[in-house]
């Protein structure tokens, strides 16, 4: 005996952009409220500039999380660590014999030939695992290489 089966896509719609939209919103700009809790601060510009935005991709809704301009690119190196703790090598000058550069840490002006980096401090990641109702994985691109 045959099976019929209709899917009223109409409905569905209305579902996935109405109460599951807000509910995934709400998540959202609560992961971002709490990453800018968790995110580490020297100025606040970082800090104050995690956001939410939605975007469309050939009729995929999605929800991107935005920290700052363009120009603020320092941003994933916080977030993914640099150097050894982002599993590559040592952070070497690309023109000069030497790095200069005041180091808080110390005090003063330094002198390196070489630095180890920075580790991560994934406070995106730790904020949506939080405060995420759902499970969290972490998928890396293909060729990415990275200590999260």
Do not use: C
Not at 67 to 86: D, E, R, S
Not at 96 to 116: D, E, I, T
Request: hydrophobic content about 40%.
């Amino acid at each position: 005996m045959p099976v019929r089966v209709t899917v009223n896509t109409t409905a569905i719609e209305e579902l996935v952009h109405g109460p599951v939209r807000s509910k995934i919103l709400g998540v959202a700009n609560a992961t971002a409220s709490n990453a800018r809790t968790r995110a580490p601060s020297d100025t606040g510009r970082m800090k104050g500039m995690i956001n939410v935005r939605e975007a469309h991709d050939h009729g995929a809704w999605m929800l991107i999380f935005h920290i700052g301009p363009p120009g603020l690119k320092y941003a994933v190196w916080v977030h993914q660590g640099t150097g050894l703790y982002n599993k590559q090598d040592y952070i070497r000058p690309k023109s000069k014999p030497a790095m200069v550069f005041y180091w808080k840490k110390a005090g003063k002006v330094v002198s390196m030939q070489r630095v180890k980096g920075q580790p991560a401090q994934p406070f995106l990641l730790v904020a949506l695992q939080r405060t995420s109702p759902w499970p969290v994985k972490v998928r890396h691109a293909p060729g990415r290489r990275s200590s999260l």
